[in-house]
């Protein structure tokens, strides 16, 4: 139907504020500190999430990337748990981390277009 919205979608955005949440208040892994979680993406019978971070702090350095990585997959047990617990969900869907470059990306190709554009005007005013 028009409009419906797949309820692995629905999950996954409980999911995200429920690990922010936890990750926030429970874990206590200097590893973990900084990461923001950007997004989830979970399979439709919510078995396994995807879970995409980003780091605030250092997030060039690829060492502090994999050390956060590192930090989250030692913490996932207590992750899935607790987020299973929280979302009231039937399956504790399996956690993986991933570090979400699609940002970057985004980030790069809009600093382009904005050089592009500023190209533009100044040729415009000559």
């Known amino acids: 139907m028009p ?3 797949k309820r692995s979608a629905r999950v996954g955005t409980m999911l995200v504020k429920e690990l922010a949440w936890l990750l926030a208040r429970e ?3 200097p590893r973990a500190a900084f990461v ?3 997004r989830v993406k979970l399979t439709d019978d919510l ?3 995807r879970v995409f971070i980003r780091l605030i702090k250092d997030g060039d350095l690829p060492e502090r ?3 956060a990585l590192l930090g989250l997959s030692r913490a996932a047990g207590l992750l899935r748990k607790e987020a ?3 979302l009231g969900l039937r399956v504790a869907p399996e956690l993986s981390f991933e570090y979400d470059d699609g940002q970057d990306e985004m980030t790069r ?3 382009l277009l904005e050089e592009v554009r500023a190209e533009e005007r100044a ?3 000559s």
Do not use: F, L
């Open 109 to 111: 190709i809009e600093t």
């Open 65 to 67: 990337r994999k050390e």
């Open 47 to 49: 078995r396994n999430a």
């Open 84 to 86: 299973t617990r929280r």
């Open 123 to 125: 040729r415009s005013k």
């Open 27 to 29: 874990i206590r892994d």
């Open 3 to 5: 409009g419906e919205v």
């Open 36 to 38: 923001v979680i950007t």
